[in-house]
């Protein structure tokens, strides 16, 4: 099965940017629909953005439209989001997430990364 690695969290001022990256090894990565998900102190996780095996369609939150990107380089096996505009509120625990299910089925993705924190401050 595939295991995920997250990188590229920090710690930002509102206003700024950041890029997260997720890289797959163990299975092969085109064969999974691939996700990022959030998740805040006292908070359920949530979906942030998804993508398609092909990279040719994408689902994104109401929360982070227009802002965030999601993105992903089969050849390389990694996924990204890139977040700008950031804003207090979008300080979380970013997971990477995998699925062998459509891109547009949050509920069946059941592989993940360890996470990456992502702290904006004000």
Known sequence: Q?????SG???VQAGGSLRLSCTASGDIFSAYAMGWF??????E?????TISRSGAST?????????????????????????????PEDT?????????G???????????GQGTQVTVSS
């Open 2 to 6: 595939v295991q995920l690695v997250e």
């Open 9 to 11: 969290g920090g710690l």
């Open 38 to 43: 959030r998740q805040a102190p006292g908070k």
């Open 45 to 49: 996780r949530e979906f942030v953005a």
């Open 59 to 87: 689902s994104i939150a109401d929360s982070v439209k227009g802002r965030f990107t999601i993105s992903r380089d089969n050849a390389k096996s990694t996924v990204y989001l890139q977040m700008s505009s950031l804003k």
């Open 92 to 100: 979380a625990i970013y997971s990477c997430g995998a699925s062998y």
């Open 102 to 112: 459509s891109y547009s089925d949050t509920a069946r993705f059941n592989f993940w």
